[in-house]
């Protein structure tokens, strides 16, 4: 005696894991795209001259991730890279340039610098520079190591049990505007996460709203249109915030821009294909979680980039979860049922 085959049971389980694959293809690395973070580094003032001093706005975004300089128009700025080369250029009509011979231009692809990137052999801080323009505009932001703290592991003299904020150390970058030396000066500070309390209730919220979304399936469709227009508006919201120069996340746009498609194509095929329509909202959940699980940290972090408020962001992490695992125990559910409906049992010949 023997099983019958399973085709749909098979059908099933090859688009899902079709659409997973497709959706776990890596991304390219890029350098350093900000996350939720527990670091905040920010500029506390220039000094030099008055007039060189105020010509210039500099700002850290990203919680640690980025210092980004805006400079007027009229006003020429230079910044030396780690060696004291030049390392990039502000002219007095906008054009941003970054030498390709720095060092610095190189070690600033990755956040640990040396340790995650080759220098390539034509980096040469002695070597004459090759100005490659990189922006318009006066504005530019770049990862500059000298204003974060560079080790993963945390600093020396942060408690992390201590639930207070924790200087780590005091950044000075030297720059020349329109001729005078001028120094950014800064702080790093860290951050105490939230209470454990609050990630377990957020993680059991998304838990226990995944199960409830489930048994009334209905609801599912509504529920994964809502959190690709929730991750996907959050996406470009953080996205649009940060300037020229600084990289992005394109997960935050890509995942919830492919949740609604598949739920665009599971809605046009409802009719002469429901079966098909079903296994379809069923993979749209997919993006979500991955969605909600690159947003994690910042059930844990206390920073996060972007405009908007970190409470804002938490509650779109466990609503947008809570969807996607919907879709996950409707589809896990629905393979259970039909691999039974399917699996009946047949004399076999002979």
Do not use: K
Not at 297 to 326: C, D, W
């Amino acid at each position: 005696m023997s099983r019958a085959p399973r085709p749909a049971a098979r059908r099933a389980t090859v688009l899902l894991i079709t659409v997973a694959a497709v959706l776990l293809v890596p991304v390219p690395a890029l350098a350093d795209p900000p996350g939720p973070t527990h670091y905040r580094s920010s500029v506390t003032g220039v000094e030099g001259p008055d007039a060189a001093a105020a010509a210039i706005d500099a700002e850290v975004v990203g919680g640690d991730a980025y210092l980004t300089l805006r400079v007027p128009a009229g006003v020429t700025v230079e910044v030396p890279g780690y060696d004291d080369e030049p390392y990039l250029r502000f002219d007095g009509e906008g054009t941003v340039a970054v030498n390709q011979r720095s060092p610095a231009r190189w070690l600033n692809d990755a956040r640990y610098g040396a340790a995650d990137v080759d220098v390539p052999a034509e980096a040469d801080a002695e070597a004459p520079p090759a100005w490659e323009v990189v922006a318009s505009g006066g504005e530019y932001a770049w990862h500059d190591h000298r204003v974060h703290f560079m080790s993963p592991g945390l600093p020396p003299g942060v408690d992390p049990d201590t639930d207070a904020a924790q200087p780590v150390l005091d950044w000075r970058i030297p720059m020349t505007v329109d001729g005078a030396d001028v120094e950014v000066v800064g702080e790093l500070v860290w951050y105490p996460g939230p209470s454990p309390i609050w990630p377990a209730l957020a993680a059991a919220g998304a838990l226990l709203g995944g199960v409830g979304l489930a048994r009334f399936e209905r609801a599912l469709v509504p529920a994964l249109v809502g959190a690709g227009l929730l991750g996907g508006g959050l996406g470009i919201a953080t996205t649009w915030s940060l300037p020229t120069g600084a990289d992005i996340e394109p997960a935050l746009l890509v995942l919830p821009g492919t949740l609604l498609v598949v739920l665009a194509a599971a809605w046009a095929s409802r009719r002469q294909h429901p079966a098909r329509a079903r296994w379809l909202v069923v993979a749209a959940g997919i993006p979500a979680v991955g969605w909600g699980l690159i947003q994690v940290g910042a059930l844990t972090r206390p920073i996060v980039p972007g405009p908007m408020p970190v409470e804002v962001v938490r509650a779109a992490v466990t609503l947008v979860l809570a969807a996607g695992m919907a879709a996950v125990i409707v589809g896990a559910r629905a393979l259970l049922d039909l691999t039974r409906a399917t699996g009946e049992v047949v004399d076999r010949p002979g």
